[in-house]
């Protein structure tokens, strides 16, 4: 048989004409179809099926050009080799709700439905209904204990599968909106015809007859596309039976008999976790029922085009090549009776027309006895009336204005023949969420380079997998929901849950070099993007740079889960060259900290601005070097400088310990961010020599706190240390006899005196220490020259009084007037304060030198009546020490 049906094959090559080949084509799928049955391994009927389905396909291409009509386009299939990971990704995602969908490989053989004699196939899964629904449940039947007068014979059950009108689907106690609007939308494709979706995605299927076919055993297999693949999901016919005379699944008003829709129903709600279906949209469900590429459009969007949208799906839909739905959004109650309109609820597109220049869709509301428009607050040009009324039995459709679609409408949902596109390629990751404080970059989100030959638009479709943590969230959250008092519990409702399981986005990217991973958003490198959306799929449609690789970047809020696994899936008309993004720079390494109330310090106009947590940089070679900060509260303006360290130039080896910077002139600064940006910034620098570095991490005030990750790149293996703070194991000794913000320095004192304040310093054994002085007040006008010390000895004219320590060079990110090193006068204590060197004193040592002093001298000031600023000094310490009130020395 299989040689007769070769030999047919053969002679569609060398047919006279496309009639000729059809004839040859059905012939040999015909004897193909007769060996499928006689084959002796699964293996055989596997191989011997793919020939039928090719062929049949072949069929249906040829049937369309002999009619005239655009040849069908073969669907493109992805065919790059997957990797182990994304192997095991696929294979771990056939566990959902406790079911196992396993990859599609071959439609089941015709053998596979017959009956076994040992009775009807049942299948083990279970079906979870809500407490409503369970109520009302009578009992679960097959197919010919639903039918009335059925006698039995092939010719009478054959009505099961067969229309004798126009279908009329509507939904009834099932909370399954979308489900039944997705199946009213898509009746044309799924009709008797030869290029019938459903030939494809339900068995078995009488392929003669154009229609599903009843299986002798009750058991269907449907192909559904979810969790990055084409799986197999199986059933039997039993359905849920009511106590009243409501129905819990899919029914044709116009064909009582017809059960098919409601075995399609019954697949998918077990993919999705069961008649208590909680919530979805039609794009979501089709993608799921056709495989077809799915786009949300937000209608009321500023960047919506009502012309060009209305011109794009029109033409579409006149060639088969797009299904339409569409959603409400949340509307008022008396809006709702006004308006004939159902809030959260999904609605099916039956037909598009333009009629006295007004375009208009004819539109379905699924439900089995609901509203219909009422026309109120049209802005058509055309009066548009209702189509009959749910009090006669009509089928609930209405014709509506485009105009008016806009303006009562949330969302229209697109999904498009993938045969539109000659190439596909699909891509499989995990991702774990980032920390908090990595939520508003990029650096933990999947990015992949893309590369394309051509200027041909490229559509790529992200589609989150579905696990049964997110089931559980819905669920949760619904009764939540219902019993939260807002008056309202129907299942329309149940779209506003969707929005707990977070929210997902693609952008696109020119980066530098081309095709490596973005940092940080940036708005000027941006080509294009999608919003935030809650459904798991995203699309994203773009006009790729020819021959420039151009990174795509997933992105993601508030998504509850600890980790997802994802597809993406790249639709083009020529081959795309796509791969994860490298890095820029080969090593990264994060830091996690935090701005507490001590290292909260401020911007640099402030006086503690160097108490913000400082950290080393150690550089082997010369590097590029980029730094990211990120924090967990997304409105706290934060800032990065990069400066020279105080231990100078580089060296061949990191030096230990480090030293924080106390002073900061604007040549200090090497790199900086801009400032102050919300919740996020970055620094580079294209080459930095090798050698050791300080970075300081700053929010706007004082006092702000937060969770932070400084994630440092570089070119080279880059050491990157935290500095302990001034009073990291330290003591702190406050010198007493002025209480905060008082005045310190004599206003009497003339532009030429000096004023020298002590305080003794007592040791009991050989102690590390150090002094520093901070404002406590407002910064004057008419500033003092200071100079702080440590010494031994009291009399500054004395010859045996020894300078230990003095305060360093000081300033702010500009020069400050007056500042100099060793030592010397200071114009006024600076913003970020005075400190002198740590110094090592044995307690007999400084009994001999006539004793251990913090020494503050001031200068001049005061003598224009202003406000000289209040100064605080205090003694840091590793051991514990006592230290005296202040007494004043003159000059």
């Not at 890095?583 to 601005?609: D, F, K, M, Q, V």
Request: glycine share 6%; aromatic share 8%.
């Amino acid at each position: 048989m299989e040689s007769q049906a070769l030999a047919r094959e053969r002679l569609i090559k060398t047919a006279q004409g496309d009639e000729d080949a059809l004839k040859h084509a059905i012939a040999a799928a015909e004897l193909y179809m007769q060996a499928i049955s006689t084959a002796k391994t699964p293996e055989d009927r596997k191989r011997l099926r793919r020939k039928f389905e090719e062929l049949v396909e072949l069929g249906q291409r040829l049937k369309a050009r002999i009619k005239g009509q655009t040849p069908l386009r073969r669907v493109p299939e992805s065919t790059r080799d997957l990797t182990t990971a994304e192997k095991i990704i696929i294979y771990k995602a056939s566990r959902l709700h406790g079911h196992v969908f396993p990859p599609w490989d071959s439609a089941p053989s015709p053998e596979d439905f017959l009956d076994s004699g040992d009775g009807p196939y049942t299948d083990p899964a279970s079906f979870s209904l809500s407490p409503e629904q369970q109520a009302l449940v009578a009992d679960w039947r097959r197919p010919t204990e639903l039918v009335a007068n059925a006698d039995g014979s092939d010719e009478d059950l054959d009505q099961l599968m067969t229309a004798r009108a126009e279908s009329d689907l509507a939904q009834d106690l099932a909370t399954d909106c979308s489900v039944v609007a997705s199946l009213c939308a898509a009746a044309r494709h799924f009709g008797p015809s030869q290029d019938s979706l459903l030939a494809s995605l339900m068995y078995p299927y009488d392929h003669k007859a154009m229609r599903p076919q009843l299986s002798k055993s009750g058991k269907y297999v449907f192909r559904m596309y979810f969790n990055g693949s084409w799986r197999r999901v199986t059933i039997d016919d039993r359905l849920p039976v009511s106590k009243t005379d409501r129905t819990l699944y899919v029914v044709d008003r116009r064909n009582p008999r017809l059960i098919w829709p409601a075995l399609v129903e019954k697949a998918y709600l077990k993919i999705r976790g069961g008649y208590d279906f909680p919530g979805s949209n039609s794009a979501t469900d089709l993608h799921a029922l056709t495989g077809w590429i799915p786009e949300q459009i937000f209608l009321q969007s500023d960047d919506m085009d009502l012309n060009e949208t209305w011109n794009r799906i029109k033409k579409a839909y006149d060639e088969r090549n797009v299904i339409l739905t569409l959603g409400t959004g949340n509307i008022l109650p008396e809006e709702e009776k006004a308006l004939g309109l159902v809030k959260e609820h999904d609605y099916a597109v039956v037909d598009l027309k333009v009629e006295d220049d007004s375009r208009l869709l004819l539109i379905k509301n699924p439900w089995i006895d609901s509203l219909v428009w009422t026309g109120v607050g049209s802005s058509a040009t055309l009066k548009v009336h209702t189509v009959g009324s749910t009090q006669d039995g009509a089928s609930n459709q209405f014709w509506m204005a485009f105009e008016d679609v806009l303006q009562h409408f949330d969302s229209l949902y697109v999904n498009w023949n993938p045969a539109l596109f000659a190439y596909r390629q699909d891509h499989h990751f995990r991702w774990e969420m980032p920390d908090k404080t990595e939520e508003l970059v990029f650096t933990h989100n999947p990015q992949f380079s893309v590369l394309s030959p051509s200027a041909k638009p490229v559509w790529i479709l992200l589609s989150r997998h579905w696990q049964d943590g997110e089931l559980d969230i819905l669920r949760e959250r619904r009764v939540e929901r219902e019993h939260g008092g807002d008056g309202d519990n129907h299942a329309a409702s149940l779209a506003t849950v969707s929005k707990q399981l977070g929210f997902t986005a693609l952008a696109m990217y020119a980066s530098s070099p081309s095709g490596t991973r973005v940092p940080l958003p940036d708005m000027s490198r941006r080509l294009d993007h999608t919003s935030l959306v809650d459904s798991p799929n995203v699309l994203l449609r773009y006009q790729p740079t020819p021959g420039i690789a151009q990174t795509l970047v997933v992105k993601q809020s508030e998504l509850p889960l600890p980790a997802y696994t994802f597809t993406l899936s790249f639709f083009s008309d020529e081959p795309l060259t796509v791969s994860p993004a490298p890095e820029r720079l080969a090593h990264n390494i994060p830091i996690r900290g935090s701005w507490t109330r001590r290292t909260a310090g401020g911007n640099a106009a402030r006086p503690t601005y160097y108490n913000n947590p400082q950290y080393s940089l150690y550089l082997s070679q010369p590097s590029p070097v980029t730094l990211v900060l990120s924090t967990s509260t997304h409105d706290l303006p934060v800032h990065i400088a990069l400066a020279f360290s105080p231990l100078g130039p580089s060296s061949p080896s990191p030096p230990s310990p480090q030293q924080r910077i106390t002073s900061l002139s604007g040549r200090d600064i090497l790199a900086a961010s801009p400032e102050y940006q919300h919740g996020h910034t970055a620094a580079s620098i294209p080459r930095l020599d090798a050698g050791t570095y300080n970075i300081i991490l700053s929010t706007f005030e004082p006092g702000q706190l937060g969770d932070y990750t400084l994630r440092v790149s570089a070119a080279v293996p880059p050491r990157i240390e935290p500095i302990p703070s001034d009073a990291a194991g330290m003591l702190r000794t406050p010198v007493p006899g002025f209480a905060p913000g008082a005045n310190l320095m004599s206003s009497s004192s003339t532009s030429s005196s000096t004023t020298r304040f002590l305080a003794p310093i007592t040791l009991t054994r050989q102690t590390r220490l150090s002094a520093i002085a901070t404002t406590t007040s407002a910064s004057s006008s008419s500033p003092s020259s200071i100079r702080l010390s440590l010494t031994l000895g009291r009399h500054q004219s004395s010859p045996h009084t020894t300078v230990l320590a003095t305060a360093p060079k000081t300033g702010d990110f500009a020069d400050l007037a007056g500042a100099a090193a060793g030592g010397s006068f200071v114009r006024g204590v600076p913003s970020v304060g005075l400190r002198t060197a740590e110094v090592d004193v044995q307690s007999e040592i400084a009994r001999r030198g006539g004793g251990l002093w913090v020494a503050l001298e001031t200068r001049g000031g005061g003598g224009n009546g202003e406000p000289e600023r209040g100064v605080a000094v205090e003694v840091l310490s590793d051991g514990l020490v006592e230290v005296g009130g202040w007494e004043v020395e003159e000059e």
